[in-house]
């Protein structure tokens, strides 16, 4: 079947969910449970392992659960890593968020779904006590691994269970391979995102990350969720790696938990401020800022691989920092 045949089925299957659309960005959280991990992918945008050792304690894990919903959060993201091999936390953890008011999701390559009962057993318990939605991971990394059957059967028991199921599928450097599962997903009736391979982690060194482009010509983020990471770093964004120096010398840092507990409750003006730069409705709108602001001028003709890369270096220049935070006065 050539690709214009495949485009033709996709557009008759059902529209594929994209679970964070739900809520807007101040509302979501993601927690970054363990950076553990039983494969370890090279397209890993967390660079997570079998031999990674960085995890939140439950007790932190809880902590920031009830710290954000004090704060307005509704929506909560549990991953890793792989955040099922901590299945008895992950109980407790669900259990807890339902009971805060979370719409709760979780992210998996769904190694434990060996038969249809076997996935059907570990994702009943977690949808009885408030987990709602589920994003899958489907494609030729994790092929090598155990196949399609193990997605694919935590989809089918994820959707009998009234889950919004999203299933992620991403490019490889084996075209042959990618046909045939996408092939084998449309033939499924299985509704999937395609998801372009970010400049993060071990995905960096990649041939098929995107070319870099100008500020003007870079894409809006849409992952703005507060992220919570395994050795207690916050950031207000989905930043995937914990160990980003640049980040870290930016508002998007918001502090380490263990350093200062109850941060997310103090970090309301930093996430407005991020929220505000990404907003093409705001005076701090980084494409505005470009254009009107002096302290961005020098950015214009750069080129960077990805709406982080700029944000990286636009907001570790206090210049422009004090721009964002000048727009935002006036708009006051």
């Known amino acids: ?58 007790e932190e894990a809880l902590a920031m659960l009830r710290d954000g919903a004090a704060l307005g959060k509704r929506h909560v993201t549990f991953s890793g890593g792989e955040i099922f091999l901590y299945y008895k936390d992950l109980v407790v953890m669900v259990a807890e968020a339902g009971r805060l008011g979370y719409e709760v ?12 009962e076997a996935a059907e057993a570990k994702l009943r318990p977690l949808a009885e006590t408030g987990l ?12 090598d691994s155990f196949g399609l059957e193990r997605p ?26 990618d046909a045939e599962i996408r092939q084998r997903l449309i033939d499924e009736r299985i509704p999937f995102l395609e998801n372009p391979l970010l400049n993060r982690g071990r ?6 990350v995107a070319l870099g482009r100008t500020p ?30 640049r980040m870290r010398r930016t508002p998007v840092f918001l502090g380490n938990l263990r350093e200062r507990p109850g941060l997310l409750a103090q970090s309301g003006a930093s996430e407005k401020m991020i929220e505000a730069f990404y907003d093409p409705d705001s005076p701090a709108f980084f494409k505005r800022l470009l254009e009107t602001a002096p302290a961005f001028a020098r950015l214009r003709s750069q080129r960077f691989l990805s709406i982080c890369d700029f944000c990286m270096t636009a907001l570790a220049d206090e210049a422009c920092v004090s ?3 000048a727009a935002l006065r006036r708009e006051a």
């Open 323 to 325: 721009a964002v935070q």
């Open 216 to 245: 003007a010509h870079l894409p809006a983020c849409d992952s703005l969720n507060t992220t919570v990471h395994p050795v207690g770093d916050v950031f207000a964004c989905c930043e995937l790696e914990s160990d980003n120096p």
């Open 203 to 208: 995905a960096r060194d990649s041939s098929l």
């Open 1 to 58: 079947m050539c690709s214009s045949d495949l485009d033709m089925v996709e557009e008759r299957l059902p529209r594929a969910e994209i679970i964070f659309e739900r809520f807007s960005n101040e509302e979501r959280l993601c927690v970054i449970y363990s950076l553990r991990c039983n494969l370890e992918c090279g397209h890993c945008n967390v660079s997570s392992s079998p031999r990674r050792k960085e995890r939140l304690t439950l």
């Open 132 to 143: 709602r939605g589920m994003c899958l991971s489907c494609d030729a990394y994790h092929l």
């Open 105 to 116: 999701d979780v992210e998996t390559n769904a190694f434990f779904a060996t038969t249809p």
């Open 152 to 177: 694919i059967n935590a989809y089918r028991a994820g959707v009998a269970l009234d889950l919004l199921v999203e299933v992620n599928f991403c490019p490889s450097e084996r075209p042959e391979v």
